[in-house]
C-alpha cells in the first residue's frame, strides 16, 4: 500500500469511529499489515493496544524500560506532553517507515483529540439542557419553599448524590427552610458517623448576599466527575440569582401589603367615624366601635373587643357591652348602620356579651389612667371574660381631661406594632364620640329637665294659691276638730254600753280621725320637708310596709308577690321620706284592687339618667288608669275617689324629685298599672347600717 493512502486511511478511520478502543485497533492493524510488522503496541496510560491479536506485549513493554533490541519507540505528544509510545518490531525500518511510523503517531493523537472535543462537545449540550430545564423550573417559583424542593431534586438528579439537603436563609440570614432529599435518611446518618461518607458543601450565592446552602453527601471512595461539579455549581449560581429575586419580590410584597394594611386601617377610622354621627346614643355608638373592631369584612376582625365606662361618681371602669366570637361573626353583610331592629338582632346574637357585672380591677384602672396601652398576659384570671388563649391588650379611652373608658380586646396571635398604632388611633376617636355622646345625653336632660321646671313653675303659680288656701284652711279647721273630737270622745265614754245612740259617736269618732289624716295629708303637702339622709336597705323598707298592710292583705285575699334584689348596695336617702312613698304606692294599689287581684313589689339596679340607679316597681291588678286622667293623677287634689286628697302621687313624685330620684307610671289597661321609682345609688361600696 502506497503511504499516501495508508495516511487518507487512517484520516477515514479518524473521522467516522466513535470508539477510540476500535478506531485504534483498525489503525495498529492497517500499519502492520502496510509496514510488514512482526508486531505493533500501543502504550498509553493504564492501556495497551497490540496487533496482531494474541501478541505477548511482554517483551514490547520492556523495549520502554530499555531493552531495546528489535524494537523501535515512537512517542506519542500532546503539544509537548508525552501521552504515550507506540512500539513496533521489524527487523530492519528503512527512513521512510520511520517518517511514516511518526505521522501515524500524530494522527493517533489527533484521533485522541476529535474524540476529546466531541465528548465535551455532547457534555457541554447535555449541560445546557440539563441547566435549561432546571432553570425554568427554578424561575417559575416566588415561593421559597418550592425552590427549596426543586433544588433538592436537580441537585440530586445531576450529582447522582446519595443524599442532598438544602437549607436556605431569609434576607435577615435565618435559616427559612430546610429540605432533604434521600432515599435512606437512617443509612446515611450511620455511614456518616462511621466515616464512610463524605460531604461536599456548595454555597447559593448572588452579588447580593448569600442565600443557603447545598450540602450533598457520597460515598467515601466515589467522586463527583468534571461534569458534576461544574453542573452542581452553575445550578448554584443560578439558584442563587432566583433566591435574591424571591428576597426581592418578598421585600416588595411587604411593602404592598403594608400600604393596603395602612389604607384599610384608614377607611375603618374613616367609615366608623361617618357612622358615630347617625347617632349620639351612647349605646349605639359602642356597638359602632365594636362592629369596628370585630367585623370580619367592614373592620378589624378581631375575635373579641369589650367597652367599659368610667363612672366618675364611683371612680370605677364598669363593662358596658363586649363581643366574642370564634365561629360565625355576629355582623353579617349590612352595611353601617344603627338600625333598632339589626341592632338588637347582633344583642340577641351568642357572640354578645353583657358585661355590666363586670368592673376592671382598681390596679388596672390605675394603669390606664396613665394613658398607656396595657398586655394583659397575666391577669386573665381576674377577667372571667378573657378566655384562654386568646392574647389580650387594655386601651385607655382618654376624654379632653379624664379618662373616659377602656377597650379591652383580644386576638388569638399577639397584635403586630401596625394593629397597635390604629387601636390606638381607634381609641382617641372613640374616646371622643363617647364623650361628646354623654355630652349630647347631659344636654338633651338638661333641656327636658329645664322643660319640665318651666311647666312645674307655671303649675305651681296655679297651684300656690289653691295650695295656701287649702293649707289655710286645713289650719282653720285642725282646732275646731280637734275640739269636736275631743268632746265626742268624752260624750262616747260616758254612754252606757247598751246606748242605743253609740253608735252615732262612734261614726263621729272614725270620721273625725278621717278627717284629721286629710288634714295632715294637705298641711304636709304645703310644708318642703328637710331631708336626713343615711344608707338605707330598700327591700327591709319595702318588707316594713308591707307588713303594716299584711292583715289587710290577708284579710282581703290580695296575693303578693315578691321579687327583690337581695344583693342591691344600701341607697342614701331619709327613710321616712320613702317609706311614705311607698305607703302611697301600696294604698293606692290596694284601693284599686276590688275584691281579688294581686300586688307585685320588685327592686332592681338600673342605668337612669347616665348613672347608676336602684329601681323599684309597684305593680297591681286594679284594672289601670282612664286615658284621659293619665296625665294629672302627679297632680295636687288631682283624685277619682269620694274619699281623696289627690296628695298621694303629687307627694310621692316631691320625695323621689328631693332625692335626685324619679318616679315613672306604666299604665297598661285593663290589667293594672305600674309605678316605677328611681333612687340614685350614692354611697356605694359602703356598708349599710342595720
Ligand atoms: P288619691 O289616692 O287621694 O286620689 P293620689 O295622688 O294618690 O290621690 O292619686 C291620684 C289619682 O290617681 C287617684 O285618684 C286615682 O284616680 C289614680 N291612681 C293612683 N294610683 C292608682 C292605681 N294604682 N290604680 C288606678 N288608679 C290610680
Redesign the pocket.
Known amino acids: 500500500m502506497e503511504p499516501l493512502d495508508l495516511v487518507l486511511r487512517i484520516c477515514g478511520i479518524i473521522c467516522s469511529q466513535a470508539s477510540f478502543k476500535r478506531g485504534i485497533r483498525e489503525i495498529l492493524a492497517l500499519v502492520g499489515e502496510a509496514l510488514s510488522l512482526e508486531g505493533i503496541c500501543l502504550f498509553m496510560p493504564g492501556q495497551v493496544y497490540l496487533w496482531p491479536e494474541g501478541l505477548d506485549s511482554n517483551s514490547y513493554k520492556k523495549a520502554l524500560e530499555g531493552e531495546k533490541e528489535e524494537f523501535e519507540i515512537f512517542t506519542l505528544l500532546h503539544g509537548n506532553e508525552p501521552r504515550g509510545d507506540l512500539v513496533v518490531k521489524k527487523r530492519e525500518l528503512s527512513p521512510n517507515d520511520r517518517l511514516l511510523l511518526q505521522v501515524v503517531t500524530g494522527q493517533v493523537d489527533q484521533f485522541l483529540r476529535n474524540l476529546q472535543s466531541k465528548r465535551e462537545l455532547k457534555m457541554g449540550s447535555r449541560l445546557l439542557l440539563d441547566l435549561y430545564s432546571a432553570g425554568r423550573e427554578l424561575g417559575s417559583t416566588l415561593d421559597r419553599e418550592e425552590m427549596g424542593e426543586k433544588l433538592a431534586h436537580f441537585a440530586k438528579r445531576f450529582s447522582k448524590a446519595s443524599y442532598v439537603s438544602v437549607t436556605l436563609f431569609d434576607t435577615q440570614g435565618h435559616r427559612t427552610y430546610g429540605v432533604r432529599e434521600t432515599k435512606d435518611k437512617g443509612d446515611l446518618i450511620r455511614y456518616y458517623s462511621e466515616d464512610l461518607f463524605k460531604r461536599w458543601v456548595v454555597s447559593l450565592e448572588s452579588p447580593k448576599g448569600n442565600w443557603g446552602v447545598i450540602e450533598l453527601y457520597l460515598p467515601k471512595r466515589t467522586s463527583f466527575n468534571r461534569y458534576q461539579k461544574r453542573v452542581i455549581h452553575i445550578l448554584a449560581e443560578l439558584a442563587g440569582t432566583f433566591l435574591e429575586n424571591i428576597a426581592l419580590y418578598e421585600r416588595l410584597k411587604g411593602l404592598v401589603d403594608e400600604r393596603e394594611r395602612q389604607i384599610r386601617f384608614l377607611s375603618i377610622l374613616y367609615q366608623v367615624g361617618n357612622a358615630y354621627r347617625m347617632t349620639s346614643e351612647l349605646r349605639k355608638r359602642a356597638l359602632l366601635a365594636l362592629r369596628a373592631l370585630t367585623d370580619p369584612q367592614k373592620g378589624l376582625g378581631l375575635p373579641q373587643a369589650f367597652l367599659f365606662l368610667h363612672y366618675s361618681s364611683t371612680g370605677c371602669l364598669k363593662g358596658f357591652i363586649g363581643i366574642s366570637w370564634f365561629g360565625l361573626s355576629p355582623w353579617g353583610d349590612r352595611e353601617w348602620e344603627i338600625e333598632e331592629e339589626y341592632l338588637k338582632r347582633v344583642e340577641s346574637s351568642p357572640a354578645f356579651r353583657d358585661i355590666r357585672e363586670v368592673s376592671l380591677p382598681d390596679y388596672l384602672l390605675k394603669e390606664l389612667e396613665k394613658g398607656e396601652a396595657l398586655h394583659l398576659s397575666n391577669v386573665a384570671k381576674d377577667l372571667p371574660f378573657c378566655e384562654g388563649g386568646v392574647f389580650h391588650v387594655a386601651l385607655p379611652l382618654m376624654g379632653e381631661k379624664t379618662l373616659v373608658g377602656a377597650l379591652v380586646v383580644g386576638k388569638s396571635a399577639s397584635l403586630e406594632a401596625e394593629e397597635m398604632q390604629f387601636l390606638t388611633m381607634f381609641s382617641h376617636q372613640l374616646a371622643l364620640a363617647l364623650e361628646s355622646g354623654r355630652l349630647q345625653e347631659t344636654l338633651k336632660r338638661t333641656s327636658e329637665d329645664l322643660e319640665d321646671a318651666q311647666e312645674r313653675l307655671f303649675h305651681s303659680e296655679k297651684l300656690a294659691t289653691l295650695g295656701e288656701l287649702a293649707a289655710r284652711v286645713a289650719h282653720d279647721l285642725k282646732n275646731p276638730l280637734v275640739a269636736i273630737g275631743g268632746f265626742a270622745k268624752r260624750l262616747h265614754d260616758k254612754m252606757a254600753e247598751d246606748c242605743p245612740d253609740k253608735v252615732y259617736t262612734k261614726t263621729i269618732l272614725k270620721e273625725v280621725e278621717e278627717a284629721e289624716k286629710i288634714l295632715s295629708n294637705v298641711l304636709g303637702y304645703s310644708k318642703v320637708p328637710r331631708l336626713k339622709k343615711r344608707l338605707t336597705d330598700i327591700n327591709a323598707l319595702l318588707d316594713d310596709v308591707l307588713f303594716l298592710h299584711a292583715e289587710e292583705l290577708r284579710d282581703r285575699n290580695i296575693i303578693v308577690v315578691k321579687k327583690l334584689d337581695r344583693a342591691l348596695p344600701p341607697v342614701y336617702v331619709d327613710p321616712p321620706q320613702i317609706r311614705q312613698v311607698f305607703m ?2 301600696i294604698s ?2 290596694l ?2 284592687i276590688g275584691r281579688k287581684g294581686s300586688i307585685t313589689v320588685s327592686t332592681s339596679r338600673a342605668v337612669k339618667q347616665g348613672g347608676e340607679m336602684v329601681r323599684v316597681e309597684v305593680s ?1 291588678t ?4 282612664p286615658e284621659k ?1 293619665l296625665s294629672n ?2 297632680n295636687p287634689f ?4 269620694s274619699t ?7 307627694i310621692a313624685k316631691r320625695i323621689a324629685e328631693l332625692h335626685g330620684g324619679k318616679i315613672e307610671v306604666v299604665n297598661n289597661p285593663p290589667v ?2 305600674t ?1 316605677l321609682i328611681f333612687l340614685p345609688l350614692e354611697g356605694e361600696g359602703k356598708e349599710c347600717p342595720r
Do not use: E, R
Not at 281623696?644 to 303629687?650: C, N, R, V
Open positions: 302611697n304606692l293606692n294599689a284601693q284599686a297591681d286594679g284594672g289601670g288608669i286622667d293623677i302627679f288631682f283624685t277619682t275617689k281623696g286628697t289627690g296628695l298621694g302621687l303629687s293594672g298599672v309605678f
